[in-house]
C-alpha cells in the first residue's frame, strides 16, 4: 500500500512538471508570435517604375523562418494590363509568388467574376492558377469548370476542363 502511494505521488508531481513545462513552451510560443503580428498590411510591386499591383490586409503575421506572412481578409489588385481584384479570406505571401485561400473571388473588369477555395499567383511567370472547381458568373449567367490559368497580363484565360452553364432553376 505504502508502495502505490509514492507510486501515484510520484506519477502525479511528473505529470504536474510536465504540464507546467509544455503550458510554458506554449506561452513563449504564442508571445512570440503576437510580437510579429501585422495590422493594416500593404504592399505595392513595380516593375520598371510601373506600378503591377498592390496587396493590403486586415491582420497578419510574419514569419522569418519561412520569410513569409500569412494574411487574413485579403485584397489584391491589379494596376497594369488587365485591371483584375482578388479577395480572399487568407493568403500566404512569399518572395515569388502568392496563395490565396478559402472564398477567393476574382473579379475581372468585363464583369466576370470566378470563385473557387484556392489560387496561386505566380510574380516570377505573371499568372494565376487554380486547379480546384470554379463557378464563373458574367452578366446573367454561371457556369461550372475545374481549374484555369490565367496570363498575358491577365488578358488571356483558359480553361483546364470543359465549361458546362449552370442553371439553378432547372
Request: some cysteine.
Given at each position: 500500500m505504502i508502495s502505490s502511494v509514492r507510486y501515484f505521488r510520484i506519477v502525479t508531481v511528473s505529470i504536474f512538471?510536465?504540464?507546467?513545462f509544455?503550458?510554458?513552451e506554449n506561452t513563449e510560443k504564442i508571445e512570440k508570435y503576437q510580437e510579429d503580428i501585422v495590422t493594416g498590411f500593404?504592399?505595392?510591386?513595380f516593375q520598371k517604375d510601373v506600378k503591377i499591383y498592390s496587396i493590403k490586409s486586415d491582420t497578419g503575421y510574419y514569419i522569418d523562418s519561412m520569410n513569409?506572412?500569412?494574411l487574413k481578409n485579403v485584397e489584391y489588385d491589379r494596376e497594369d494590363g488587365e485591371k483584375v481584384k482578388i479577395v480572399a479570406e487568407s493568403s500566404n505571401v512569399f518572395e515569388k509568388r502568392i496563395e490565396y485561400f478559402k472564398n477567393v473571388r476574382v473579379i475581372f473588369s468585363d464583369s466576370m467574376v470566378l470563385y473557387t477555395n484556392?489560387?496561386?499567383?505566380?510574380i516570377?511567370?505573371?499568372t494565376l492558377r487554380t486547379d480546384d472547381s470554379i463557378m464563373i458568373e458574367k452578366k446573367d449567367d454561371r457556369m461550372l469548370t475545374k481549374g484555369?490559368?490565367?496570363f498575358d497580363n491577365f488578358k488571356k484565360t483558359l480553361f483546364l476542363s470543359p465549361?458546362?452553364?449552370?442553371?439553378e432553376n432547372k
Open positions: 512538471f510536465f504540464l507546467l509544455c503550458g510554458r500593404k504592399s505595392e510591386y513569409m506572412y500569412i484556392h489560387l496561386l499567383y505566380d516570377n511567370t505573371d484555369f490559368i490565367c465549361v458546362l452553364i449552370y442553371d
